[in-house]
């Protein structure tokens, strides 16, 4: 157990993967299937903290047209491709389904 376990109040660690997140950057976009250039972190959901991103896991492979997008505008990026949430959730499921997480 880590010692962040015994505390009242622990301090935020994020969850760092370097290799997933290489891997999600192979993916295509979510989007649009193009290749993805960055794997976005999940924002606007209480993940980050004060400059801090959400865990690894939170994240979706997109193209930088719709990275760009997202962050212009979350509202109208999540009514035309759905919300995060559930875009996050379908890759985790297909990066479990193929063992890429296990």
């Excluded at 009242?8 to 999600?24: A, F, M, Q, S």
């Excluded at 979510?30 to 903290?49: F, S, T």
Aim: proline content about 6%; some cysteine.
């Amino acid at each position: 157990e880590s010692p962040e376990s015994f505390m009242l109040r622990p301090k935020r660690r994020r969850w760092v993967n370097e290799k997933y997140t290489r891997w999600v950057k192979t993916q295509p976009c979510a989007c649009c299937g193009k290749p993805a250039d960055d794997p976005h972190h999940l924002i606007g959901h209480g993940q980050g903290g004060m400059g801090t991103k959400a865990h690894d896991l939170f994240v979706l492979p997109l193209c930088r047209k719709h990275h760009d997008e997202l962050h212009a505008d979350t509202v109208a990026f999540e009514e035309m491709y759905g919300s995060q949430l559930e875009l996050i959730f379908r890759f985790i499921d297909h990066a479990l389904a193929i063992g890429v997480l296990a």
